[in-house]
């Protein structure tokens, strides 16, 4: 079997073989040739700008300095203000909340110099005994009379019946 190639795709071929040799020949010309000109371009000298001249730099500093005294197109550039201090916070004082010690008068206890009083919670039917100046839930125990008991805490006053008035 014989592959038969078009004569347009030789003719191709034999054009991208003729630019490969003279790219080849540009290559060789140029590496073996001893040009001035190229060893030249080799040995340039940057101009940077000199940092021993203070007129330059002060030159750059006003030029900066009007810049940002006088803003041109934008309202970011203008001058920093800064915001104003806050107000200082004053905290609030809440006044107590008043709060039923759920508390009642079960009993009472008179003997000479004892005063007691029978302290029963509602909430869970818990009884305790209490003299005066007692402690009872954050309540003090001001007074034990024959029919009542006064608790007090801070300027709250409260008074526990034995019996329910009449």
């Given at each position: ?35 001035p ?22 030159r ?102 034995l019996?329910?008035?009449?």
């Amino acid at each position: 079997m014989r592959l038969r190639t078009s004569p347009l795709v030789i003719a191709c071929l034999a054009l991208l073989a003729v630019f490969n040799v003279y790219l080849m020949s540009v290559v060789v010309q140029q590496t073996a040739s001893d040009d001035p000109k190229a060893t030249a371009d080799a040995n340039w000298v940057p101009r940077l700008a000199r940092t021993d001249s203070t007129g330059t730099q002060a030159r750059q500093a006003a030029s900066d300095q009007d810049i940002l005294t006088h803003p041109v197109f934008s309202k970011s550039r203008a001058p920093f203000v800064p915001p104003p201090p806050p107000a200082p916070m004053v905290p609030v004082v809440a006044a107590p909340v008043f709060t039923d010690p759920g508390l009642v008068l079960g009993g009472v206890v008179l003997n000479g110099e004892t005063k007691r009083a029978f302290l029963l919670q509602k909430a869970n039917h818990i009884a305790a005994w209490a003299a005066e100046g007692d402690d009872v839930k954050g309540w003090k125990l001001q007074s034990i009379t024959a029919e009542t008991a006064t608790l007090q805490k801070e300027s709250h006053v409260i008074e526990l019946r034995l019996y329910p008035e009449k």
